[in-house]
């Protein structure tokens, strides 16, 4: 099953954001990406939850139990393929 299949999305209520969350439960290692991955930079890392960046400025809040926020992008579509490539790569750490 691909990435995107496992994540629910929806708009969150400032109309700003799009809410990723894990269809099953999952409990993500953060410490494996301390050092950022692919495209994306960690600004910020605690062992709950890391705020990355990419180069096109969309944000990534990522929780440990895989819950994601993600802002500054373009359309609904990028930030479900954003979202959608930080699950899949931080489930091959």
């Known amino acids: 099953m ?3 299949a496992q994540l629910f999305f929806k708009l969150c ?4 954001s799009i809410e990723a969350i894990p269809k099953s439960k999952v409990r993500l290692d953060l ?4 050092r950022g991955f692919d495209d994306f930079i960690v600004k910020m890392w605690t062992p ?3 705020v990355m960046s990419n180069a096109n400025g969309i944000m ?3 929780r ?3 819950h ?3 802002r500054n992008s373009e359309s609904e579509t990028e930030a479900k393929a ?3 490539r930080v699950l899949r790569r931080i489930s091959e750490l």
């Open 60 to 62: 990534i809040t990522l």
């Open 64 to 66: 440990s139990d895989g």
């Open 82 to 84: 954003a979202a959608t």
């Open 48 to 50: 709950r939850f890391a």
């Open 13 to 16: 209520s400032d109309h700003l």
């Open 31 to 34: 410490s494996k990406m301390r």
């Open 68 to 70: 994601m926020i993600v």
């Open 2 to 4: 691909g990435a995107e």
